[in-house]
């Protein structure tokens, strides 16, 4: 599994209109372009860190370079506004997963 880190600086008053947009394109790589879903984290009052998983580094690679239906030009555009800053802040392999997903026994 590949995972690529993102630091999000957003506006004051803009966190709605962040995370909505967050979600929206979120959900188009993930049903256009193959990736695992992503996970958002609040680090501070505006300051948010996601890591978006892929099976691997080269369907990131291709997703990259791929288009995006036109829906998702909306949901950047609506990202950019909310944030001071967007970056990728890491880029590394998965080597072993103990995640869990369930929230309850």
Not at 30 to 35: D, E, Q
Not at 53 to 79: C, I, Y
Request: with cysteine; glycine share 4%.
């Amino acid at each position: 599994m590949h995972i690529v880190m993102y630091l999000f600086v957003v506006k004051k008053h803009h966190e709605k209109q962040f995370i909505d947009s967050w979600k929206g394109l979120t959900s188009l790589i993930y049903k256009h372009h193959g990736s695992l879903g992503s996970r958002l984290h609040k680090k501070s009052s505006f300051e948010y860190i996601a890591y978006a998983q892929w099976p691997n580094k080269a369907t990131f690679e291709v997703a990259s370079a791929g288009e995006l239906p036109q829906e998702a030009n909306k949901h950047r555009d609506l990202m950019r506004l909310a944030c001071d800053k967007i970056e990728v802040i890491n880029k590394f392999d998965v080597v072993e997963d103990l995640l869990v997903n369930k929230l309850h026994d």
